[in-house]
């Protein structure tokens, strides 16, 4: 296999999995990073011969002309991630989640397939009984979600785009990240012993990142049947309400406690489920449960002492 693969951002937490699964398959693997996170996720890939690392900004046209160029496949995951990582520096976020992405766009060749992940979060807050999908109205409640949504009707403008867009992503990465929901909970179930919900009821879909790397990769191999396409990437047996994830955490973590608050509010004010049939229709499958990833982050969690240097939003 002589495939180049492109991933922005790829020191991140999807990244750095989806890197090893494809340098695994002998995919040819260029990551273009600004490592803004001093992150050290990628030094287990630089034995790899077919790996390449740029220390670079996205940002920059020149640095982003060179690393597209030989690329048969672009993964473009460089973003200022969440509704308060972009609250926190607007600029920023626009910059690199849509400015960057009309860059990519224009640079790219006919040729060059690029496969997007958006958020599913663009769907803002739904009706109460009615899926999400892919037709469903966008109407992105944070600038974050306003971004991703712009950003995907820029990719799949060009002739050769997938687009996904991603449930709340869980599971242990090399990069890890303890500010996603399933994560974030598990980790305060395990050290605090206590869980404290506000808006216990809104819902939300959930996908475990070994499946969000296995989506991209069924993409790639079935990229003409899937091209100028959306796709809902999430798991249909995980669209629960706060409350259901706490009590199913608890079944790994016995003794924990739940505690309902009137007070508090979700910066990102997700509310809805959603439908991931149109993926399962083309042969896609996910391969790991809520109940899988739970298990992986509290062994992964005996390895971690302090959350400190672990809330990333990359």
């Known amino acids: 296999m002589n495939i180049n693969t492109l991933i922005t951002g790829g020191a991140g937490y999807i990244g750095t999995v989806l890197a090893a699964r494809l340098l695994q398959l002998g995919h040819k693997v260029t990551i273009l990073d600004n490592l803004k996170f001093n992150q050290t996720s990628l030094h287990g890939l630089c034995y790899h011969p077919n790996f390449k690392f740029i220390l670079g900004d996205v940002r920059d046209n020149n640095t982003l002309t060179n690393a597209v160029k030989d690329a048969d496949y672009i993964i473009p995951l ?9 609250a926190a520096d607007p600029q920023y976020a626009k910059e690199v989640n849509l400015e ?15 496969i997007y992940p958006n958020t599913n979060s663009g769907y803002g807050i739904g009706k109460p009984v009615d899926f999400c999908t892919e037709e469903s109205p966008l109407t992105p409640l944070s600038l974050y979600g306003i971004t991703k949504v712009e950003a995907e009707e820029v990719v799949l403008s060009s002739e050769n785009s997938v687009a996904f867009r991603l449930a709340t992503v869980f599971g242990p990465s090399a990069r890890m990240r303890i500010d996603l929901l399933v994560n974030n909970f598990t980790y305060k179930a395990v050290n605090d012993r206590v869980l404290v919900l506000f808006e216990e009821n809104f819902r939300r879909n959930y996908i475990h990142i070994q499946d969000v790397a296995g989506a991209f990769i069924h993409s790639m191999d079935n990229f003409d049947l899937m091209k100028g396409e959306v796709f809902n990437l999430g798991l249909s047996s995980a669209n629960l309400t706060k409350k259901q994830l706490a009590l199913k955490i608890k079944e790994h973590v016995p003794g924990v406690e739940i505690i309902s608050s009137e007070f508090g509010k979700d910066p990102d004010k997700r509310d809805y489920i959603v439908s991931n049939e149109k993926l399962e229709n083309t042969g896609w499958e996910p391969t790991q449960t809520i109940d899988d990833g739970i298990s992986q982050l509290l062994t992964i969690y005996k390895m971690v002492p302090s959350p400190e240097g672990y809330f990333s939003s990359k």
């Open 78 to 86: 460089a973003a200022s991630v969440g509704a308060p990582a972009c």
């Open 100 to 114: 960057s992405i009309k860059t990519l766009v224009k640079i790219a060749s006919t040729s060059q397939r690029i």
